[in-house]
């Protein structure tokens, strides 16, 4: 999908807001979700999405829903690193296929990194549900 691809309001994360589909949430308000990456790239890999916001990507989102959007990320990763105390903290964001974006909804990653782990490849191997329910806890524990 190119960068002009048309919002389809059934794509993965849309059926996610709606509840049509289970995710692992860490945070949720009006404006944004916050849950874990079934495809991980290191331990505590978690995704912020706008819930109002009908954007593909970066470029077709509204500066005033960016903004909210960005102090959600930043919260939120705030709350990673507090429960995971990684030695850095990753932040991306993909738009279009031949960058990577895989879900065509705007999204942001927060990837913690560890020194002593390696990162996997972006929307790669699954991840053990259970692992990801405690990871959530940590975060949302820490989130307050």
């Not at 960005?70 to 990684?86: N, S």
């Not at 993909?94 to 990837?111: D, E, P, S």
């Not at 913690?112 to 259970?130: C, I, N, Q, W, Y």
Request: charge should be negative.
């Amino acid at each position: 999908m190119s960068l002009d691809t048309a919002y389809d309001p059934d794509n993965i994360f849309a059926r996610i807001i709606r509840g049509e589909l289970p995710a692992i949430s860490v945070y949720d308000d009006d404006d944004a979700l916050a849950f874990m990456d079934i495809f991980p790239q290191t331990r505590g890999h978690t995704l912020v999405i706008p819930k109002k916001a009908r954007a593909t990507n970066f470029f077709d989102a509204d500066v005033a829903d960016l903004s909210v959007l960005i102090a959600r990320v930043q919260h939120v990763a705030r709350g990673v690193r507090k429960a995971l105390k990684p030695d850095g903290v990753r932040l991306a964001q993909f738009n279009g296929a031949a960058a990577g974006q895989t879900v065509f909804h705007l999204h942001f990653h927060i990837i913690p990194v560890f020194e002593s782990e390696g990162l996997k490849r972006h929307a790669g191997e699954k991840a053990d549900m259970a692992e990801l329910e405690a990871l959530a806890g940590r975060i949302r524990a820490a989130l307050g």
